[in-house]
């Protein structure tokens, strides 16, 4: 684990004109050190501010110079403190000099590790670069700066540049701007350095990696074009999702005063046999078994293993084709990368020139890959160029899996040309969204183009992680609402929408939107929850402070609370019509969470949902309205991917509603009891 | 009251004041495949592909046992029964004669197809002169008419199951083109009335008669003699029918095992565009990965399935627990504890569905903006009239601007951003390709994205980049290996092709597995071609130089140091392995005396993992010594 530790310095620019973005630096410096706490206990982090009216650090007491320049914290292992130490980040009121705060970043780095911790040393620089850099006594500042680099490569150190612009940082000198441009660009051809440009805060949120990955191959070998040609590679992935953390379950059964309780809950799973639960089978005892029609075909692992299709690792070409033969849609999961094998010239020769080719022409290559020996399937993909546009960075291609002829399914839709006339827009609605199309525009020229994914945060994540730093300090704390500068993700940026107000009005005046007279009421799930203003502030307070009365009449069941909104619909008293609409949108409700079984988490919120329209039924003596949509349920779920849900219902005694519970009821407790256990026969 | 199943389980599609738009998909199809078991269908014979002699009869029941081994698979659902007529025994519900209805043990007439109904049917060549015999039907002075039979019992059995959720289909395989020939007058024109009446009574009840006529190479089947007023053919189709027929035929055998889903809307959503101005779109999956099928855990004693059990256990205490409805999160030093609900309030970032952002050049989305399959949105004027209207306008422009649209998608589970790119309807020939309507592509966040191929950046020397005259032979290569007509469809998956042509083997107890053909694999042939040689040649010849040895290792010279690192220690592990006497070791119980690296040269020196502790170490020697 220590083998890996980083060692990072940020050196933070907190004179007068970065103070407008101070806020979001804090949050993402914040955030990276909590993702740290996590992933990274062991890295080491030192502050560095510059810009501030003080000095404090090392080379001005050693060498002189280097005024402005704080170091904040010394390198050490992250911890809580570090987290609030940006809580009250300084506002410095001088121009700050990021090249000293370099050295003084590198100085800290090279004493604290010398030539250890090679490739693991890292600078991050978070300014706006609007004020020159003063002069060296010997060379011009490229050579100041190239020496800098050079001893930078040297020490084999990486250095992050977030250089802040457009509305966050105020206008600057242009000329000093290009000059700092172009020093900061020496860094980067000369060591592996990055500078990214953000314009937003929402960008300078997404700016910074808040986590380490280091990257694996997935695939090392030959890219074979033929039998006599083969181009070795290295394949990465390119995108793949972080993942909202998997948290451990509670166990609050240890006594409270057992300080070593580790509270960790174990799943244990056993398989019994359907006749007799009081039989446990042994894990080497069971078999794998393949549905064929209604039959089922145990098949072992090892007749499996000897007869099933195996591949051997290869990737090979299978042709080049136009780009347009593949529709973007068809891309099927996250992206690999193909890169030349590192340190080979002539593969990296080899894949420029394809890729070169490839962009000319507009052309697509089609590929067979079989990543790892043993591997039981295929994968069909596309390769598109990625032509590099820094000097030091070779070609390379992204590669996206492409969908099997069994993938497809190909359900036909309606032609637009055949909905009636009244569903066509007339020409003035065309132009009106014409309109709309061309000036709601996120990537206009002459600024950075928002919401860019590589520059756009995760909103769940981050409200995850500040909450759980809330929590880290008053365990009572409720999940605080979403990040002001994140809304900018989730909903239209309120500025762009009031910069383009003329012709949002003359689209929504050109279109005329009504709800259906002909629907019956319970069934008219959509409009209510048509987000207007007044009404979402209202809908979000409600969600996001648990402890407000709610102020508005819950009136359908909705998607985020379903249960509760089903008790309230019950215990309105105004009118006995709720009961029947509570109970016909609960049933609803099931129904598509049931159906929407992709999402594997819906199970457990129907279970939910079952378990309180049971509740609410034997309240209301509506047993009827249960057991018979109990019954359909399991009517439809003798459909195998159902099996699941259906399973999971007996350990909660999710049974027909027996006479002893609600009088009205037909079904006695022993009907109640056996419905189960017959259902489940005949499901085999 | 009896709750009605179409009210609360009724498809979203399924309004009963159906808009014309709205077809309605069956989800089940009933077929009853009636085959002409006549002397005539044993007579008459084909040339089968290999070259040799097929029975008509052999024809039409191999067509039906390749369809039922694909149905299986594909839609297992569907029922089918299958009835001889002109047979010399009787078998059916109506006893009437010369119709023979085959089938199974535990299975009714009209049902899913099992293995057994397949494995049976497979040999029934065998045994049905014996047990089902064939005769003619219709003779000159009987009144029987075997075809009339046929139909009464196909439109008998297809009568289970309502018209509404089900497709019913009647397939006929014969190769009599005028069943009545042998009768002549009066006789002859009843029978025919009868029989075309009969017809016409099943499809007015909703079941469609499809005729395979199987036909000699000197004699084409004349459809018009009779055939054409049982089906109801016209002018030109009348034309169209016998090769149309014959492609049928070859489409039931050839079809690819794949899984059959009907369409259904994954969810109903919602697009805010602005000033609360919302409308109403269905989502659904066109392209998800097919996976085997879902595994059911048997008994292997009794082959009996097995349920499973889930219980919690609390770690410190042993105690069985109910699910905790607390989580944690080791953080600082400490838990932090999270209920289920706070964790949903977490995710819950957006009201509604989708929220429109803003539009983009389609430039824009990049190849590597990629992370799930799409999911395809259509519009709805369902609920909300007015909604198709927009929607097309806005697509229409997007398409027409070139531009994508950005979106927030908050879903309970997995809030994300997404694009939302147009797509115009294509048509070709055999229909629709693409239909019109929106993709939502998932686009990654900022710490989903990876910056791998900056990590190998030569900062000294810069990367190579090709000349012009490199690029040049590239392309000229690319122009060879073009595969014109590409479409994504094209291939099999051959790891589920295998998975289902084992489990059909397994289930039918067939001695060989049939082959299945890797369509994923290179066209060797094409590649060999002189033309294609050569610009591969050229093309090698200019990047790699001429005295290029792939297997040199001039590429990376950290791994292939690793690699001989990797040689040295597995040499050394011989050497130092061949100093111990292990079986002694192992018999006297000192393996445990020994240090973990000493362990680890036997299992270096024989070829064994090396992970684990000692005691894992030691049995891992022991195993393979065979104590």
């Known amino acids: 684990m220590a083998r890996n530790k980083e060692g990072l310095v940020l050196l933070l620019d907190v004179g007068p004109t970065m103070h407008n973005a101070l806020p979001e630096i804090k949050k993402v410096c914040s955030m990276l050190i909590q993702k740290k706490l996590i992933y990274g206990k062991f890295d080491e982090v030192g502050v560095v501010v510059f810009g501030t009216q003080e000095t404090d650090n090392e080379l001005t007491k050693e060498v002189g110079g280097y005024e402005h320049v704080v170091v904040l914290r010394n390198i050490k292992v992250v911890d809580g403190d570090l987290v609030d130490a940006f809580q009250e980040l300084p506002r410095g009121n001088f121009d700050g000099d990021y090249l000293d705060a370099i050295v003084v970043g590198m100085d800290m780095l090279i004493k604290k590790y010398q030539a250890t911790n090679k490739g693991k040393k890292r600078l991050c620089l978070i300014t706006n670069a609007l004020c020159p850099i003063k002069d060296s006594c010997e060379g011009t500042r490229e050579d100041q700066v190239g020496t800098i680099a050079a001893q930078m490569s040297a020490h084999g150190m990486k250095m992050e540049s977030v250089i802040v612009r457009g509305r966050l940082s105020g206008e600057g000198d242009q000329r000093i701007m290009d000059e700092n441009d172009r020093l900061l660009n020496i860094f980067s051809e000369k060591t592996s350095a990055k500078a990214v440009y953000v314009e937003s805060p929402t960008a300078l949120l997404g700016a910074i990696k808040t986590r380490n990955i280091s990257p694996v191959t997935i695939f090392r070998g030959d890219l074979e074009l033929g039998s006599n040609m083969k181009i070795k590679v290295w394949v990465y992935k390119k995108t793949s999702e972080e993942k909202f953390p998997t948290l451990k379950k509670y166990s609050d059964k240890a006594p409270s005063t057992d300080r070593f309780a580790t509270h960790e809950v174990k799943v244990d799973y056993e398989y019994k046999s359907v006749e007799d639960p009081n039989k446990v089978v042994p894990p080497e005892q069971r078999i794998k078994g393949y549905r064929y029609g209604p039959q089922v075909v145990p098949i072992s692992s090892a007749e499996w293993d000897a007869v099933k299709f195996k591949p051997e690792k290869s990737v090979k070409l299978l042709g080049f084709t136009d780009a347009s033969n593949i529709m973007r849609h068809y891309y099927m999961k996250d992206v690999n990368i193909f890169i030349p094998e590192p340190g080979n010239a002539r593969a990296a020769l080899a894949v420029s020139a394809l890729a070169r080719a490839m962009k000319e022409m507009n052309k697509v290559a089609i590929l067979r890959c079989v990543w790892r020996q043993g591997q039981g399937s295929v994968v069909v993909g596309v390769l598109t160029p990625n032509i590099s546009e820094k000097d030091s960075t070779p070609d390379s291609f992204y590669f996206n899996i492409l969908p099997f002829a069994e993938d497809v399914r190909e359900f036909q839709f309606p032609s637009f040309s055949s909905f009636p006339a009244s569903w066509q827009p007339n020409e003035q609605q065309q132009e009106a969204a014409d309109n709309l199309v061309k000036m709601l525009d996120l990537a206009p020229s002459a600024k950075q183009e928002a919401l860019l994914p590589d520059f756009t945060p995760n909103p769940i994540l981050e409200r995850f992680y500040r909450h759980l730093e809330l929590k880290s300090k008053h365990p009572d704390a409720v999940v605080p609402p979403l990040d002001e500068t994140l809304k900018t993700i989730t909903e239209a940026d309120p500025d762009l929408l009031s910069e383009k107000k003329n012709v949002i009005d003359a689209f929504s005046k050109s279109f005329e939107l009504k709800e259906n007279p002909r629907l019956k009421k319970s069934s008219k799930l959509l409009l209510r929850e048509k987000p207007s203003g007044s009404d979402e502030e209202l809908s979000y307070k409600d969600a996001t402070n648990v402890l407000a009365v709610k102020p508005v009449k819950v009136e359908k069941i909705g998607d985020s609370s379903p249960v509760q909104d089903f008790e309230a619909m019950m215990s309105h008293r105004d009118s006995p019509d709720w009961v029947s609409k509570a109970i016909q949108d609960m049933k609803n409700k099931i129904n598509s969470l049931i159906e929407n079984f992709y999402d594997g988490d819906n199970h457990g919120k129907a279970l939910e949902c079952l378990l309180a329209l049971r509740k609410g039924c034997i309240l209301e003596q509506e047993p009827k309205q249960f057991n018979d949509f109990l019954r359909h349920l399991f009517n439809v779920s003798q459909e195998k991917k159902l099996r699941n849900f259906y399973e999971s219902l007996i350990p909660r005694g999710l049974t027909l509603i027996s006479k002893s519970e609600a009088i009205d009821s037909e079904v006695t407790d022993d009907e109640a009891r056996n419905f189960l256990v017959k259902k489940e026969l005949k499901i085999e | ?627």
């Open chain 2, 1 to 627: 009251m009896e709750l009605d199943p179409d009210d609360i389980f009724k498809d979203d599609e399924d309004n009963p004041d159906s808009e014309f738009y709205q077809q309605r998909e069956s989800s089940k199809e009933f077929v009853v495949y009636l085959v002409d078991a006549s002397p005539k269908m044993f007579s008459s014979t084909c040339p089968s592909e290999d070259g040799k002699e097929e029975t008509h009869f052999h024809i039409a029941i191999s067509c039906i046992a390749q369809s039922l081994k694909t149905q299986i698979i594909n839609r297992s659902y569907d029922e089918v029964a299958i009835c001889f007529f002109n047979t010399r025994e009787k078998k059916n519900l109506q006893d009437l004669n010369a119709a023979f209805v085959f089938n199974v043990a535990e299975r009714e007439y009209l049902d899913r197809p099992t293995a057994r109904l397949i494995k049976d049917f497979d040999c029934i060549e065998e045994s049905f002169m014996k047990d089902i015999g064939s005769q003619y039907g219709i003779v000159s002075g009987s009144r029987e008419n075997s075809l009339y039979n046929a139909l009464w019992i196909a439109q008998a059995l297809l009568r289970k199951g309502s018209a509404k959720t089900a497709d019913k289909r009647i397939l006929l395989f014969t190769n009599e083109d005028d069943p009545f020939g042998s009768i002549k007058g009066v006789a002859k024109a009843d029978m025919t009335r009868t029989t075309l009446q009969r017809a016409k009574d099943a499809q007015d009840l909703g079941i469609s008669i499809e005729l395979l006529p199987l036909s000699q190479p000197d004699e084409e089947f004349n459809v018009s003699l009779f055939y054409s007023d049982l089906i109801g053919l016209e002018g030109d189709e009348l034309a169209q029918f016998m090769p149309s027929a014959g492609q049928k035929l070859q489409d039931m055998k050839d079809q690819l095992r794949k899984r059959m889903f009907t369409k259904r809307i994954v969810r109903r959503i919602t697009l805010s565009i602005a000033n609360g101005l919302s409308i109403e779109l269905n989502t659904y999956a066109l392209i998800r990965p097919t996976m085997p099928g879902a595994i059911t855990w048997l008994d292997s004693v009794t082959n009996r399935p097995l349920k499973t059990e889930r219980s919690f256990i609390c770690a410190d205490t042993g105690a069985l627990m109910q699910e905790p409805a607390k989580r944690y999160q080791p953080y600082k030093n400490d838990n932090i504890m999270l209920s289920v609900e706070e964790l949903s309030e977490i995710k819950r970032v957006s009201t509604g569905h989708l929220h429109l952002l803003g539009f983009k050049p389609l430039s824009c989305l990049k190849d590597y903006h990629n992370m799930r399959p799409s999911t395809f949105i259509f519009p709805s004027d369902k609920e909300v009239i007015g909604s198709t209207c927009i929607f097309i306008a806005l697509l229409r422009s997007m398409v027409r601007l070139k531009r994508f649209a950005v979106a927030f998608y908050g879903s309970s589970s997995h809030p994300q951003l997404v694009a939302l790119v147009a797509q115009d309807e294509i048509i070709s020939a055999g229909g629709q390709v693409e239909p019109p309507g929106m993709h939502m592509i998932y686009l990654p966040y900022s710490d989903d994205v990876r910056h791998v191929e900056e990590i190998h950046s030569n900062t000294n020397a810069g990367a190579p980049r090709a000349t012009d005259d490199q690029i040049y032979r590239a392309a000229s290569l690319i122009k060879r290996i073009d595969l014109k007509d590409f479409s994504v469809f094209q291939f099999a998956n051959p790891g589920l092709q295998r998975h289902y042509a084992i489990l059909q083997a397994l289930a039918l107890d067939e001695d060989d597995i049939p082959e299945i053909n890797d369509e994923t694999l290179p066209d060797e042939e094409g590649m060999a071609r002189p033309g294609v040689v050569k610009a591969v040649e050229e093309f090698k010849l200019s990047v790699y130089g001429d005295n290029y040895d792939e297997e040199s290792d001039m590429g990376n010279g950290k791994a292939s140091d690793a690699s001989k690192k990797r040689k040295t220690a597995a040499e050394n592990a011989v050497k130092e392995s061949a100093n111990y006497n292990w079986p002694d070791l192992a018999d006297n119980g000192q393996l445990k005396d020994l240090t973990v690296t000493e362990l680890k040269y036997y299992l270096t020196a024989n070829n064994l993992p090396v992970t684990g502790k000692k005691e894992v170490l030691i049995s891992r020697i022991l195993t393979h010594l065979g104590k």
